[in-house]
């Protein structure tokens, strides 16, 4: 788990990234499809998967703002991405193998964004904070 000093790391790296959250999103979901082509199967009744396409963008800040927003539940994040969890167990039936290729993504995404704030420590700090993110989001499937 995150120490203080970590979860004061993410907050502090995670405030400055979401100022660009569409472009973060856009970014790491458009790398997702590309990169990990069997990803698109959720979205095929997408009009346009290509990267940078509308719905790619649109989606990418949805989750994003998921990603965001559960920084301020960090102590929390079982009980705060429980109804994330069960539409994406029950409804959506994503494979949570695939949160895992997401969040390197957004990981990715944000080294490429943001060279000067990610640092080896943010690098260390965001990593295990996306890590618990997907082992919340990944609850309701066990
Ligand atoms: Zn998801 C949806 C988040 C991952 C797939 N998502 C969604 C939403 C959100 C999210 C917020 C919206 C909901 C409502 O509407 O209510 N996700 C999220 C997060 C994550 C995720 C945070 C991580 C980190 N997802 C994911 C993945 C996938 C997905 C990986 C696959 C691959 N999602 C999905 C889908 C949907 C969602 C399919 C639906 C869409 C539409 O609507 O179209």
């Known amino acids: 788990s995150l120490s203080r000093k970590e979860k004061a790391i993410v907050k502090t790296f995670m405030g400055k990234a979401m100022k660009k959250a569409d472009e973060v999103g856009n970014e790491?979901?458009?790398?997702?499809?590309?990169?990990y082509p069997q990803t698109k199967t959720y979205f095929a009744h997408w009009k346009d998967l290509s990267p940078g396409s509308p719905a790619v963008r649109k989606h990418g800040l949805t989750v994003l703002n998921g990603v965001f927003d559960a920084v301020d539940k960090i102590d929390n994040l079982e009980v705060a991405l429980l109804s994330l969890s069960e539409l994406h167990a029950f409804m959506l039936r994503v494979d949570p193998a695939n949160f895992k290729l997401l969040c390197h993504n957004v990981?990715?995404?944000?080294?490429?964004l943001f060279p000067d704030?990610?640092?080896?420590?943010?690098?260390?700090?965001?990593?295990k904070y996306l890590a618990l993110v997907c082992l919340a989001?990944?609850?309701?499937?066990?």
């Open 117 to 127: 704030d990610f640092t080896a420590e943010v690098h260390v700090a965001v990593d």
């Open 107 to 112: 990981l990715v995404t944000f080294a490429m």
């Open 137 to 142: 989001l990944s609850e309701k499937y066990r």
């Open 28 to 35: 790491a979901l458009s790398r997702l499809l590309t990169v």
